[in-house]
């Protein structure tokens, strides 16, 4: 049991590269998040995926796409990077449908964009 | 709407002092309130939580916290510190039904020898 995998774990691309982050959860969880951590800004919400099939915009969804491949599968993509990218981002799934909503994290992915 | 106020960014104690991470809630509906830890270059991992029922939580690594409605607070706490408490601490809250948490800035807790 896995838990949430995220790849990769460190990208450094040049501005206007696109690039696809990949999560995955071995979980059985219905739903899934992206988030971006910046210092000093906490944890901000990008995109999430309630169930299969379906995604909504978060707090900060603006130059990114993202993609529910199946249950299990959830993408992000940046389809020209900005420096402003530049970030930590977590991938999170949970259970919902349970009386709370505790997410669990992977690892993250460490990107630069110069 | 909800909301999160971490007081204080960076907490510094000496080992084996009290630890108090503090956490002030904004909420319409009764909220479910949740502290993670992050460990340096490391994902974030559930803490402890609450839910309904007892106010006073334990969470894992002697951590525990209090839900006091009339303070509008959740702040954690741990009698003594240890060296490998030294992590960021992120309070968040849920409430309502879209799921989501709305996340404090977070708090990061340094431990002097």
């Known amino acids: 049991n896995a838990g949430v995998t995220q790849t990769p774990k460190f990208q450094v691309l040049k501005t206007g590269q696109s690039m696809t982050l990949q999560c995955a959860q071995d979980?059985?969880?219905?739903?899934m998040y992206w988030y971006r951590q910046d210092p000093g800004m906490g944890l901000r919400l990008i995109y999430y995926s309630a169930s299969e099939g379906t995604t909504d915009k978060g707090e900060v969804p603006n130059g990114y796409n993202v993609s529910r491949l199946n249950k299990r599968e959830f993408s992000l993509r940046l389809e020209s990077a900005a420096p402003s990218q530049t970030s930590v981002y977590f991938c999170?799934?949970?259970?919902?449908?349970?009386?709370?909503?505790?997410?669990?994290f992977g690892p993250g992915t460490r990107l630069t964009v110069l | 709407a909800q909301s999160v106020t971490q007081l204080g960014s960076h907490v510094s104690v000496s080992e084996g002092a009290l630890v108090l991470l503090r956490c002030n809630y904004s909420s319409s509906v009764p909220p479910y309130l949740f502290w993670y830890v992050q460990y340096p270059n490391q994902g974030l991992q559930l803490l402890l939580k609450?839910?309904?029922?007892a106010t006073l939580v334990k969470g894992i690594n002697g951590f525990e916290a209090e839900f006091k409605k009339s303070e509008t607070s959740f702040h954690l706490t741990k009698p003594s510190a240890h060296m490998s408490d030294a992590a960021e601490y992120f309070c968040a809250v849920m409430a309502g039904n879209n799921r989501k948490l709305i996340w404090g800035l977070g708090t990061s807790l340094a431990v002097n020898p």
């Open positions: 609450y839910t309904t029922g």
């Open positions: 999170a799934s949970s259970l919902t449908g349970t009386v709370y909503n505790e997410q669990f």
């Open positions: 979980m059985n969880h219905n739903s």
